[in-house]
């Protein structure tokens, strides 16, 4: 059957929106209309320069694959730019994307050469396989500079920097990094692996998610290569496995793993895994597994604080060289506490709507482009409602906490009380001070940072404090 422009385009968007964000797909990739298909080049319509400036710094790569896969290895895209006149456009603008080197923008595309110096079907069963010809699989953008650092993820993040700068001769190995979906968990693990390539260049890095680990075996398995899939991992000198919760149901996978991690590890090798839950937590997982994962550091990413979420935001904008107002910034910052993947998603949102109806960033704007992503029925947190919570999560008396006394029991909850209304509220700290018997802005520091320490050192203690934020999400709902 003859290809015209809207069929190959309706089969790139099949492969993009299993690969790219939902919010980020709506946004740049639906109003995108293919307009013409010349041979091996495909013409697409956007809506303004903005949008091709955009689609070429951050999707270039995944365009050009996608769109190989249709037209084969000579394909290349033009874009058409929509213009203030109507139904004028501008002269097409033509990016050649064939023959470059690619970008790593996702471990989930559905090729993965590791060897990019030779074209083979099979990327492990090459004679003489050079370790410098293994492409690390990283993206380039997930850095340390670009992570911030916070009570939620220090811990981790440190720990990773250790890595980087020792791989292999530390004590962390395994470092196992686990948190909930959109903590930031492979952005760290990739910055480490970025970051021991500009440190140790002849180290050889990889980067693989457990599925994709998993596939490959199976395809190896098929063509009787199991062997040749175990060499090949064995000769990477920092291994880093994404989601190894999904090993649960892949028993000879990790039978296959089982045999790469000791390799690796008696031979000095790093490993570095992400997970969704602690080790002890992971259900289907072998046993010699769980107790190999455990001889190393587990350390886990919370969600971030307000505080944090402020500081990803302004790094954000600061990188793309892009402006906001700052109660705009506080707007997003509040109401996207879910997660980082969530709070990027909304911010490039805005950004979108901005250009696309040639409209300043403004609080309005915000919460209108916001809807999508807060529940209209959340309500403002009040300092009052969080010490209802905690006095009865402790089962406290209200008015011990405006008392001056030295009771362990009572101090705590008073100094939890000050460290989640600063959190989840907007208030200055003398007011949050003046609801707890007049006292002054230094005393709620003071209380802030000492609930700071205590969970870094008080296993149950910070159990406690990340409950207490459950309950206040929940009673904003």
Known sequence: MEKNANLVWTNCLSIIKDIVEWQHFKTWFEPIKPVALKEKILVIQVPSQFFYEYLEEHYVNLLAKTLKREL?????????????????????????????????????????????????????????????????????????????????NRVARRAGKTVAEKPGANSFNPLVIYGGVGFGKTHLAQAIGNDVKRLHPNKVVLYVSSEKFINQFVDHSRNNAINDFIHFYQLIDVLIIDDVQFFNKAEKSQDAFFAIFNHLHQSGKQLVLTSDKPPKDLEGVQERLLSRFRWGLSADIQMPDYETRIEILERKMKNDGLEMPSEVVKYIAYNINNNVRELEGALISLLAQSSLNRREIDLELAKKVLRNFVKSSSKEITIDTIQKLVCDYFDVAYDKLLQKTRKREIVQARQITMYLAKAFTKNSLKTIGEHFGGRDHTTVIHSCQTVKDLMDTDGVFRDNVMELQQKVQLASL
């Open 72 to 152: 084969g290895k000579d394909a290349q895209l033009e874009y058409r730019i929509m213009v203030d006149g109507g139904n004028n456009y501008n002269k097409p603008v033509t990016v050649d994307v064939a023959g470059h080197g690619y970008k790593s923008f996702s471990n989930n595309e559905m090729d993965f050469p590791l060897v990019v110096n030779t074209p083979v079907k099979n990327p492990f069963v090459i004679p003489g396989l050079k370790k410098m010809h293994i492409d690390p699989q990283l993206n380039p953008i997930y850095t340390f500079d670009a992570y911030v650092e916070g009570d939620c």
